[in-house]
């Protein structure tokens, strides 16, 4: 199956051999001694995986479930009326299929699949960036697509990447992509990150955001068994970042919060002809976000965390 698709998670592996997750996660880390695949978070990919991005079709079999979930969660902080940003990847992609449905919405991106997701809603105003197409995401990256971006100012950016830890924030394989993923970020006054958690505590070659530079991460609930996971969300949180956890096993998107610590370095400053009114703009949630489930609350409770590691 790793031959065949360059990735496969392990769920996906334990429901085709129709055992349990530990089973196949002990029979993957034999292979991985055989020098057959290299274990990721949540998966296995081809050996050399660390250094080389999987494409489209590799990642559309990771952590289905999470991205809809976190997709659904995250369309929640869209507004009528914004601008925003939105970057290349599977999750953001989910995002985009939902965003379709939010009137006036401004949508300025590099990646075709997002453009694609948004086709065809007729309240919706697609901006692509311009760029050299790079196959393997279906994004535009190079010089082209940095410059276009430059003297752009929307209110959020939506971005996902290939690993995300508390030391040195969002992170990708790929040089080209990160490097538009920066531009994409100064383009915004608030961050969001989407990342299931397979990506939490991986770290990758380039750097796109720094911790410090990123206002929410939107993710799905780690397993019980994944005290990395967890730890790295409480480290997240201890930084800043605020957090919101979608769960998907039951079929509903909720949002839940940990708790956040210093807002030192957060950007914070009105944008043209964004409507504020107290208690909103990108430190906090808005009234009109406060109507949705997708609201992460300002002050939360540490006992979250020491549920997950008790788990």
Known sequence: ????????????????????????????????????????????????????????????????????????????LVEEGEAIVVGAGTTTQELARRLARVPGLTVVTNSLLVAQALAHANR??????????????????????????????????????????????????????????????????????????????????????????????????????DDRAATELQALADQGVQIAVAGSGSGTTTAESLPHGRQQGRRDMPLPGQRRTPGSGPGGPGPQQLRSAAVVAEQGDRARVADLRRR
């Open 1 to 76: 199956m790793v031959r065949a698709n360059g990735a496969v998670s392990l769920r996906e592996l334990a429901r085709v051999v129709q055992t349990s997750e530990v089973t196949v996660r002990r029979d993957v880390r034999a292979l991985e001694a055989e020098g057959l695949l290299d274990r990721r978070h949540g998966g296995a990919v081809l050996p050399g995986g660390f250094t080389r991005d999987s494409g489209i079709p590799q990642k559309s079999h990771l952590a289905t479930a999470e991205k809809t979930a976190i997709a659904d969660l995250a369309a929640g």
């Open 124 to 225: 919706v105003e697609v901006v692509m960036t311009g760029g050299t197409l790079r196959g393997s995401n279906y994004a535009l990256v190079g010089s082209g697509a940095e410059q276009s971006l430059q003297g752009l100012r929307v209110s959020r950016a939506f971005l996902s990447g290939s690993g995300l830890t508390a030391e040195r924030g969002l992170s990708t394989s790929n040089m080209l992509s990160a490097s538009v993923d920066r531009a994409l970020v100064q383009a915004a006054a608030e961050v969001v990150v989407l990342a299931d958690h397979t990506k939490l505590g991986s770290d990758t070659m380039f750097q796109t955001v720094p911790t410090d530079l990123i206002t929410r991460l939107v993710t799905d609930e780690p397993p019980g068994h």
